[in-house]
């Protein structure tokens, strides 16, 4: 079974401060990880991916997320948040290798960012 | 760049009434899920096709039904409505079943009376 954690419903931030959502992640095996953000009634908005290779990967809007194995973690960042990120996110998964293709996503967490 | 398109965007119905939602992927997609996302709660997979056969089936009722067609479009068919399948209904699309993200609608507000 694959499950993803959000541990933070809320998250605020000062414009221009750095910003980080947190998320970690449970699987059998290797993981595919992304990143959703959603707007009041939109559809999630995909941001970035990490399949394989570097494990800082690089998304739209200057995000960035860091993989960390160890701690199996997914945490999203962004240098300089802008009041225009606030938005629900979601950190979602799939197994790589499980017959499951569909993601799991976690509960989200609301960025709110402070003029 | 085209994106998914979902219709309707709004639906109101009463209980025990039929409902059907429509998705068309994007272009060349081959691949269609559906996720139901509840109010304050986060997205939960109900059903997926692949090149027009169902791939993954989730916590979808048994009331629920749902199809690809030969365009790749998609419909869920809801029936018996209950209160508690008021929701938002996405659909996403992927070109293939591997690391491809998948690209969502801006999904289809279910409102049961």
């Known amino acids: 079974a694959q499950s993803v954690a959000q541990p933070e419903d809320q998250v605020n931030v000062a414009e221009g401060n750095p910003l980080t959502v947190k998320c970690t992640y449970s699987v059998s095996g290797n993981p595919y990880l992304f990143w959703y953000v959603q707007y009041p009634n939109r559809g999630l908005q995909f941001l970035l991916k990490?399949?394989?290779?570097?494990?800082l990967v690089k998304g739209s809007y200057g995000f960035e997320a860091e993989f960390n194995k160890s701690q199996t973690s997914f945490h999203l960042k962004k240098p300089s948040a802008l009041v225009s990120d606030s938005a629900l996110y979601f950190c979602?998964?799939?197994?790589?290798?499980?017959?499951?293709?569909?993601?799991?996503f976690g509960s989200g967490t609301q960025l709110t960012v402070l003029p | 760049a085209a994106g998914v398109i979902q219709s309707p965007r709004h639906l109101i119905k009463e209980k025990r009434e039929t409902a059907t939602l429509k998705c068309y992927p994007i272009?060349?997609?081959?691949?269609v899920y559906w996720y139901q996302q509840g109010p304050g709660q986060d997205p939960q997979f109900l059903i997926s096709?692949?090149?027009?056969?169902?791939?993954d089936k989730g916590s979808i009722p048994d009331r629920f039904s749902a199809q690809q067609f030969s365009d790749y479009h998609s419909e869920l068919n809801m029936s018996s409505l209950e209160l508690g399948d008021s929701a938002l209904y996405f659909c996403?699309?992927?070109f293939g079943q591997g690391a491809q993200p998948q690209h969502f609608g801006d999904g289809t507000r279910l409102s049961i009376l």
């Open positions: 096709f692949y090149e027009k056969m169902q791939s």
């Open positions: 990490y399949i394989t290779g570097d494990n």
């Open positions: 996403a699309s992927s």
């Open positions: 272009p060349r997609h081959d691949t």
């Open positions: 979602a998964v799939r197994d790589m290798v499980g017959s499951a293709r569909q993601l799991t």
